[in-house]
């Protein structure tokens, strides 16, 4: 799965530069995203975004993306039965490229949605089969959503070293950017309560000598005890994560 996922996004996707990245300010964007004077509020930002807004900004993406943390539906430990739903109609549509197929994955991924709005995989996937239906107005949406949602991610670290990691909202993401690099996962690494070392193989499955860092601190603040340890690490390397290397 992980292979058509960096085909898919190699046809539709640049990779984001890595260049003058900044941790995201928690106390700024939590205080922004609940004021409903901000141009950052929550609520307005997330009905734009829904409705398929292409004027929102980078910045916007920033405080959508980080300020979904402190939604109440941000619920990153819990599985998304539809992603599974989204695979199976991907691989019949890869045999049978038929309208029919593609409208199965729009319907499922737009479920998905509902749980992840900003997982790069299920952006990509909608941003495929809209095309791949003649629909190009959803497909620009979702290939803006997609860049945009990316964007913000590699803004928020280097990911080169521990003190500048990215900072995404599930494990899954951390899977996707990477795909967009042309790269794929090859082992995780807990370094710390918050950050995991990922290192990586290339589009010909040979193993990196460096790989990058990932900031999941938000994944654990509604569930501190699951945070791994160090000393327990293999939990979390072991872990079933969702949409990673299916």
Known sequence: M???????????????????????????????????????????LMLRYNSGDTTLTEKDYYYLYYGYAFSDDYHPLAPIPAEDKVLMAFEKAHGDPSEENMR?????????????????????????????????????????????????ISASGTGLTEKSPMHVLRFSHASDVLGTLGLSVAKRLVVSRTTEYITVANENGRQLSKGYYFDYSRVYWGNPEDAPQKERRWKINDYPIGGYDK
């Open 2 to 44: 992980r292979k058509l996922f960096v085909i898919l996004l190699a046809a539709v996707l640049a990779a984001p530069a890595l260049s003058g990245q900044v941790a995201p300010d928690n106390d700024d964007i939590f205080e922004q995203t609940i004021n409903n004077e901000s141009p950052y509020y929550y609520s307005a």
């Open 104 to 152: 199965d994955i729009i319907r499922y991924a737009e479920e998905v949605m509902r749980s992840d709005p900003f997982s790069p995989t299920n952006l990509n996937f909608l941003a495929y089969a809209y095309g791949a239906v003649g629909d190009t107005l959803n497909e620009r949406i979702n290939y803006d959503r997609l860049n945009k949602v990316l964007a913000a």
